[in-house]
């Protein structure tokens, strides 16, 4: 098992090879969204951006799994991609959301989108 430091030391390192010189300063915004066709979202809740990923102004799409109950609850999430400073935020998020009703159990993908940006 990973130490709590080396884990650190690791997520710094990604981090920092994930933003190269894409450095800004300005505001931090996201986004969430689902496949076309899809169930739709009866109610939302948006991601917090992590503290770490603001100071180094970590940008990048965050893609979750999401399989959603009959009646609109998520029952699961499962990460497809993203970086690893904004998943855990996004998995947070899309766990509180609400979908319409459906007669069985379904499955899609939920985007989210950081941008930070630089004027």
Partial sequence: MMSEWRWRRFVLGAATAAIGLSLGSAAMAQTGSTDE?????????????PE???????????KIEVVITPDGRVKST????????????????VKEWKFAAAPEETTQIVEFEFNAGGN
């Fill in 37 to 49: 066709g899809k169930r739709k979202v009866k109610s939302k809740v948006s991601p917090a951006y």
């Fill in 52 to 62: 770490l990923a603001k100071r180094m102004s970590v940008s990048g799409k965050v």
């Fill in 78 to 93: 499962r990460v497809i991609g993203g970086h690893p400073l904004l998943v855990q935020a996004c998995q947070d998020a």
